[in-house]
């Protein structure tokens, strides 16, 4: 059995790339479309994952190619969506998500963002509670920290942050608590998740990598610089 769930967030679209239909369509390759990159991203990172996609815009298409495409991945794949519109954000992906998952470590992963194969290795080494950064670079997300742990986490500060969040057993159940006792949660981003745990008490390290080793999908451009050095 599985001892990680990665919860994959594939709700929402870019409106600078809407008009492509879901984000986890798009063709990265001659063999492979973004989702299929994602799954065989944590195959390799994780024994025998649980992924849990949690789809929204352009659902129906997403469902049907990855329920066409389940016997091409070494994993459980699970699929579950909910309604999108201006009065919710990623923190409804989030709990949907939770609901569908079997494991008590987990991966928030949204699905714009895409990690070179070559972090496997380095993300492996890191069992507690982490986030993905790139340190002195500012960027739309970042955060302040103290001995690399995140101290809090806005717009335009010095440490860029990824959407790739790892929680440990022990942090998972504050997640849970947040949950409980926030009406609000629906309409949080993920930053602003991440600040409550982080007042919880949680303890998230940041693992610092390399320019250029993690980028975003959010416009056309994007995609073509992701097609030149990505090998799927």
């Not at 500012?138 to 742990?149: E, F, L, M």
């Not at 986490?153 to 504050?174: E, G, N, R, V």
């Not at 610092?208 to 050095?229: C, F, G, M, R, V």
């Amino acid at each position: 059995m599985s001892n990680k769930s990665i919860i994959l967030l594939n709700a929402f679209p870019d409106k600078k790339i809407k008009s492509l239909g879901n984000k986890g369509l798009i063709q990265i390759s001659s063999q492979s479309n973004l989702i299929d990159y994602q799954i065989r991203f944590f195959e390799k990172l994780y024994n025998n994952p649980e992924i849990v996609v949690v789809g929204g815009f352009d659902h129906k298409r997403l469902n049907k190619y990855i329920t066409h495409n389940k016997k091409t991945y070494n994993s459980k794949v699970k699929l579950i969506d909910h309604d999108v519109d201006d009065s919710i954000n990623i923190g409804k992906s989030i709990r949907v998500g939770l609901e569908k998952i079997t494991n008590d470590s987990i991966v928030i992963y949204n699905c714009s963002t895409v990690l070179n194969y070559k972090l496997i290795n380095k993300l492996k080494k890191h069992d507690e509670s982490f986030i993905i950064a790139e340190q002195g670079i500012a960027g739309n997300v970042g955060c302040i920290s103290q001995h690399h742990y995140a101290l809090n986490c806005f717009y335009d500060l010095s440490d860029k942050i990824y959407d790739f969040i790892h929680l440990d057993q022990a942090t998972l159940p504050m997640l849970h608590k947040i949950i409980e006792s926030n009406y609000h949660f629906d309409k949080l981003y993920l930053f602003e998740i991440l600040n409550l745990c982080i007042n919880f008490g949680a303890k998230m390290r940041l693992v610092y990598i390399e320019e250029k080793q993690a980028s975003n999908i959010d416009s056309i451009n994007s995609i073509k610089s992701l097609k030149k050095y990505l090998k799927v």
